[in-house]
């Protein structure tokens, strides 16, 4: 019986399982971690497809049943535990992430896994269709973010296609989406400093309807100058700025910090 309040709603077409798969493109010679098995019908499909499955299930009744149903299943690593906390670095090697994942973790188990980008070479998810918006928005419009930003930063994204709430049992609230970000060899801007560019990013994100003047106010008292000196107008929004500028800002604020440190 699924758990509501582990967001548990099972995708169980085999059409759309497929497909997923077929996004992923993954092959024999690749490590697939999943995130949230449940039953199993994925799993059984990509341990059919890949050198190795690491299927990570927080549900005790769940991994049980999952222990007995898929023991046939050599190249299976069954994990009792939580996704946030899971050891990545301890697979050993390149890993990609095919996965349907708990709605209420989306946002911090993405942010987890991109910690591995070492490591990491796609994620290809199942999530609600307005996350997976936001994380493929471009500049300009309400759903570009802080997501969008950081994502990107690391690779490439896109909405694959869409699911249907009446796909999943039980039926959720909302659709939802197929999301496949293949992660870059090296982050898609060039930022000296990495952690001042998340700063930076989640500053001008903080408070939407400021301009940046404002928002990155409160961050630097050099932000303004570093803004002039990016050749960005002061007077722009967050949501108007490509990933780009957002480096340019970074860039130009650490210099400034710098001089007066």
Known sequence: MPKKHLSQNFLYDPALLRRIIQVAGVG?????????PGPGRLTRMLAERVGRVVAIELDRDLYARLRTECADLANLELVQGNALEYPYAELGG?????????YHITTPIMFRLLEHRGQLRSMTLTVQKEVAERVAAKPGGKTYGVLSVMVQYHGRAKLKFVIPRGAFRPVPRVDSACLHVEIADEPTVSVRDPELFASVVKAAFGQRRKTL???????????????KASGIDPGLRAEKLSIKEFALISDSLGSLIGKHA
């Open 28 to 36: 024999p010679e690749d490590t697939v971690v999943e995130i949230g």
């Open 213 to 227: 003047r404002n928002s990155l106010g409160s961050l630097a008292p050099e932000a303004e100058d570093a803004l």
């Open 94 to 102: 390149p890993f990609r992430v095919v996965a349907n994942i708990p």
